[in-house]
């Protein structure tokens, strides 16, 4: 039996990357380096920053991603895609395409005599009213079919406008703000006090590396991103679970918030 991998928020094609295809070979290069000890691997949401199947029509590129995960797929290798809050409408192209498991929601696993819950993370833990109307409505299959309808020119530089000004706000992913504050991390307490205690956590959506004791029994890990901090999870045979950061090719070391991060 081999490692079982976990990564979140790549936003492969986002805009405001420098150099798109540059972290797509990045993102390439860690699966390669992983593909030969790993059983599973559970892409924890946000993967690309924006995606929309059309009925004949999807995204033009990530083709470089894709088709290494399709090559992991034959090769044995269990692939979970949690959609998150930026590819929410992946339908039936990409499971059928790569041969992956499609999760659009939390789930509760086993693993190597181990509990975990899994979730991308947006929208548990807050009560903003304006953020389960703006989840129900891109969940609404009838505002879907009618996504449909526009062109998917206009819908995809819309799509990636909206998610460029987002980023440029600079209030997207706010630093650490102490447990009292983070929404999963109090999300996860009150799982525990309600007595559900599984012995991980693991979550994306914040863009933060977090590694912390909940409970002596329950572990919590945010995953970070594929755009500043190139990080992951693993869990080994015996179900023990660490967060790494993957570095490859003439990188340099440079501290941020903290935490060693590879640069380009």
């Not at 892409?43 to 059309?54: N, S």
């Not at 939390?106 to 993370?121: D, I, S």
């Not at 102490?178 to 693991?202: N, S, W």
């Amino acid at each position: 039996m081999g490692k079982i991998y976990f990564i979140s928020d790549c936003h492969l094609g986002a805009g405001t990357l420098e150099n798109p295809k540059d972290y797509e070979r990045r993102v390439v290069r860690f699966l390669e380096s992983i593909e030969d000890d790993c059983d599973e691997l559970f892409l924890m949401g946000d993967i690309i920053d924006y995606w929309f199947e059309f009925k004949h029509v999807v995204p033009k590129g990530f083709t470089r991603f894709l088709g290494k995960l399709g090559m992991m797929a034959d090769k044995g290798v269990k692939i979970h895609w949690f959609t998150g809050n930026h590819d929410i409408w992946i339908f039936g192209y990409l499971p059928e395409e790569i041969g992956c498991t499609l999760h659009t929601g939390p789930e509760v696993v086993e693993r190597n005599g181990r509990k975990l819950f899994l979730a991308h993370g947006d929208g548990l833990g807050e009560d903003s009213k304006m953020l389960k109307f703006m989840t129900g409505f891109f969940h609404n299959r009838l505002c879907q079919r009618m996504f449909r309808w526009i062109h998917p020119d206009l819908s995809t530089a819309f799509a990636h406008w909206w998610s460029r000004k987002s980023r440029l706000s600079g209030n997207e992913f706010p630093e650490y703000m102490g447990e009292d504050k983070e929404h999963l991390v109090q999300f996860a307490k009150k799982q525990i006090r309600e007595g559900f205690e599984p012995d991980y956590f693991i979550f994306g959506h914040r863009h933060i590396l977090l590694d912390i004791m909940l409970s002596r029994k329950s572990r919590m890990m945010i995953l970070g991103d594929w755009i500043m901090h190139f990080s992951y999870a693993v869990m080994d045979e015996d179900g023990e679970m660490s967060l790494d950061q993957f570095e490859y090719g003439d990188v340099e070391e440079e501290t941020r918030n903290g935490v060693s991060i590879a640069i380009f």
